[in-house]
C-alpha cells in the first residue's frame, strides 16, 4: 500500500434527493480524518474540495430522472480527477458526496488500472448495489445507478461520459446489501455478481467472504478499491445517512473487514460516501467513519480505543 495519501473532497448531493451531503466532506475533516491519516507516518496530502462543475449542459435523458446534467457533469469532472489520482503513486481517498460520486471514480480508477496492465477490483459495502440503470431507476435519484455505469451496462451512452475501461464484474464483491430493486436481482443474477446480503453475512460472517475475495485480489495482482457507502452500517451506529436500513453491518464487522483488508496490503484506493451531517447524532457517524478508514489504512486496535473507536 503507498503510505502517500492524497484527500479530496466530492461535496456531491444532486444524486441522493436531499440535501446535506454536500458537507459530508468538511464534516469528516472536523472529526479529525487528517490527523489519523498524518498518525500512521505517511505523507498527507489534502487537496480540499472540488468546485461544482461550472459548465452543465441539457442533457436529454429519462424525464424522471433527477439532476442530470448536474450528475453528468460531476462525473466527467471527478472522473478525470481519479484518473489522475490513480496514475500517481499515492493513496487516493475520496469524500463524498452521495454515492453518484462513484460512477466518476470507479471509471477513473479503472481506466487508470487498464492503462497500468491490471485488473481493477472493487469490494462495494452498501446496502443497495447502486445497480439501477437510467431506465430501471424507480426513485429517479442518480445515486442508485454509479454501478450499472461502471460497469458498461446498457442506456448510459451518448448521456454520459465515454467509459474507456468498463470494471469485470467478476472483479466485484458486494457486501451488507438489504434493499434490492427486481431490476437490480436481475443484473446481479445474469452478470453471476459475487454477492454477500446481510442474510449470508449474517449466516456465514465476514471473514471467510473477506478472505477469499482478498485472495482473488492478489492472484491477479489486481488494484482494489473500496468503495463504503454509510448505509453499509447499521443506523443504531452510523445514522447520518438519508437511506438508512435496518439490519446492517456492527462496529465489529466492519472494522475486522478493514483490518483484514490492511493486513492484506492489497487497498490501493477509498472512497466514503453518503455521509449527511445534518442527519448525524453527536457526530458519531463520521467519528465512525474516520476510525474505519484508520483501521484500513494500518491503525492499530489499541490505539483507536483511545479516540473512543
Ligand atoms: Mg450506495
Ligand atoms: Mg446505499
Known amino acids: 500500500m503507498s503510505k502517500h495519501f492524497t484527500i479530496l473532497g466530492l461535496p456531491v448531493e444532486a444524486g441522493c434527493g436531499r440535501s446535506g451531503c454536500l458537507m459530508g466532506p468538511d464534516s469528516l475533516r472536523s472529526a479529525g480524518l487528517c490527523e489519523v491519516i498524518s498518525d500512521l507516518g505517511g505523507a ?6 472540488i468546485v461544482q462543475p461550472s459548465s452543465i449542459v441539457p442533457t436529454a435523458g429519462p424525464a ?3 439532476k442530470l446534467p448536474e450528475i453528468v457533469a ?8 481519479a484518473f489522475d489520482f490513480a496514475s500517481q503513486d499515492s493513496f487516493p481517498i475520496f469524500l463524498g458526496g452521495d454515492h453518484s460520486m462513484a460512477a466518476g471514480t470507479l471509471s477513473g480508477i479503472a481506466q487508470a488500472a487498464a492503462q497500468s496492465g491490471q485488473s481493477q477490483f472493487v469490494l462495494w459495502l452498501d446496502a443497495h448495489p447502486d445497480l439501477n440503470t437510467l431506465s430501471s431507476s424507480l426513485s429517479g435519484n442518480l445515486h442508485g445507478t454509479p454501478m450499472a455505469y461502471a460497469l458498461g451496462l446498457h442506456g448510459f451512452a451518448d448521456i454520459f461520459p465515454p467509459l474507456m475501461a468498463p470494471i469485470d464484474p467478476a472483479n466485484i464483491c458486494m457486501m451488507g446489501l438489504r434493499s434490492v430493486d427486481d431490476a ?5 443474477n445474469e452478470l453471476g455478481l459475487e454477492v454477500y446480503d446481510m442474510q449470508r453475512l449474517n449466516a456465514l460472517g465476514v471473514v471467510k467472504p473477506i478472505a477469499g475475495f482478498l485472495d482473488r485480489v492478489a492472484a ?3 488494484r482494489l478499491h473500496i468503495s463504503l457507502d454509510v448505509d453499509f452500517l447499521d443506523p443504531e451506529i452510523a445514522p447520518a445517512v438519508g437511506t438508512a436500513v435496518p439490519g446492517g453491518a456492527s462496529r465489529r464487522e466492519a472494522h475486522l473487514i478493514m483490518d483484514m483488508i490492511c493486513e492484506s496490503g492489497l487497498a490501493t484506493s477509498l472512497e466514503l460516501s453518503e455521509l449527511n451531517p445534518y442527519l448525524d ?5 463520521a467519528a465512525l467513519l474516520c476510525d474505519l478508514a484508520g483501521s484500513l489504512l494500518g491503525q492499530k486496535s489499541i ?3 483511545k479516540k473512543g473507536g
Open 44 to 49: 498527507l496530502n489534502d487537496l480540499g474540495n
Open 184 to 188: 437490480e436481482h436481475n443484473v446481479i
Open 281 to 285: 447524532v453527536k457526530d458519531k457517524t
Open 220 to 222: 491477479a495482482k489486481g
Open 64 to 66: 424522471h430522472l433527477k
Open 74 to 81: 460531476w462525473t466527467q469532472h471527478i472522473q478525470a480527477l
Open 303 to 305: 490505539k483507536r480505543g
